[in-house]
Each structure stands twice: as structure tokens, then as C-alpha cells.
């Protein structure tokens, strides 16, 4: 495996279920990002994580957990969701966060529908 | 904070035809300015970015782009697109210690046959 990638694609779940999205980095990056992007709005930065330490919490509802084991594995954790909380969720990592200069690197996304 | 803004929402164009993608960023230091590019039902992929040099950045699939300083501009522009180049296209801006990367809103980016 390359790059970055998430699991699972697609992902259909009811409003009482508990899931989890895992991102997975085999850049070798030091930072890890969840984006959320939904229909005709801009992506909205959920998460930031820098060395396994949660920099930034964009005032995400506590329904979204994030959690980071180590430098290569994100995890987002769902529960109680709401219908609005459908969207595609994406992952993206880079080398540094704080000298500006990195890209980030994006995975495919988890496409998630709330019933 | 640094912010981005783009200027068109949706940019239709034919086949063959040159095309320009507009953005606008605002920041009181040195900024980063990139493109993306999402195709659907994928993440976003780096078109090209400009740190510092030349203004004139070349960047993959034939798009370049252009960094306008006194406008605080940086727009794309491909000089003859394919139907392939249909997708969502981004800009972002990023600054040395003032934070994570800040998005556009995108541009739809529509090539007709």
C-alpha cells in the first residue's frame, strides 16, 4: 500500500450505531488530519493531530471522537450521529504542520450515510 | 488567519478551449498557495504549488499557475482542457506558523464534448 488509505469506502449506519473510520499513512508523515466534506459547502477541517498530539478541534460535536495511536493510524469514532453528519469524511497527512511548505496528502474518503 | 477565496462556483467550458480557474487569498505575512484537484469519488490530489522563485508555476495534467503579489492572486489556467479535466478543483493557502492549511470553497469545473 501507498500513500494514504481509509476504511471503509462506504459506509451506511443508523443513528444509534457505533463506528469507527480508520486512515492509515505509509508516508512516513509526522501529521494527520480529518476533513469532513459535505455537499456544496467548503471542506471543514474536523481534526488536527501532529506527533500523535490533537492540535486542533474545530468545534466538533463530541459525537466524533478522534484517535491517534501512533504517527501512521488515525481513527475517527461515531456514535449517536444525525442525518446532517452524512458526508464524505477524508484523511490526509504531511511531512510537518507548522512550516507551512508541506502538502498535504488526501486518502479516497469514507462516503457515510446516517439513517 | 489566512484565508482563500474562489470566484466561481461552477466553470463550464468546451472541449479544447482554454479555461481559468480564479482565486483570491488574503494573509498579513508570506504565504504557501496550492491547487487540487478532486475527481469523483476520490480525495483531492496536488495539481502544483508555489513557495517562492518564479511566479509562473507548472504543475501536472498541463495546468499552471500564476502568483500576482499586489492582486493576491493565484490563479490556474490549463491553455486547452479534455473531458478528462472535469472535477472539483481547489485552492489553498498556508503560512509558516500560523496554522494548518485554509481551503477555497471549490470550483466545479465542467468540460463539454
Known sequence: ?115 | AQSVTQLDSQVPVFEEAPVELRCNYSSSVSVYLFWYVQYPNQGLQLLLKYLSGSTLVKGINGFEAEFNKSQTSFHLRKPSVHISDTAEYFCAVSAPLRGDMRFGAGTRLTVKP
Open chain 1, 1 to 115: 500500500e501507498t500513500g494514504v488509505t481509509q476504511t471503509p469506502r462506504h459506509l451506511v449506519m443508523g443513528m444509534t450505531n457505533k463506528k469507527s473510520l480508520k486512515c492509515e499513512q505509509h508516508l512516513g508523515h509526522n501529521a494527520m488530519y480529518w476533513y469532513k466534506q459535505s455537499a456544496k459547502k467548503p471542506l471543514e477541517l474536523m481534526f488536527v493531530y501532529s506527533l500523535e498530539e490533537r492540535v486542533e478541534n474545530n468545534s466538533v460535536p463530541s459525537r466524533f471522537s478522534p484517535e491517534c495511536p501512533n504517527s501512521s493510524h488515525l481513527f475517527l469514532h461515531l456514535h449517536t450521529l444525525q442525518p446532517e453528519d452524512s458526508a464524505l469524511y477524508l484523511c490526509a497527512s504531511s511531512q510537518d504542520r507548522l512550516r507551512g511548505f508541506y502538502e498535504q496528502y488526501f486518502g479516497p474518503g469514507t462516503r457515510l450515510t446516517v439513517t
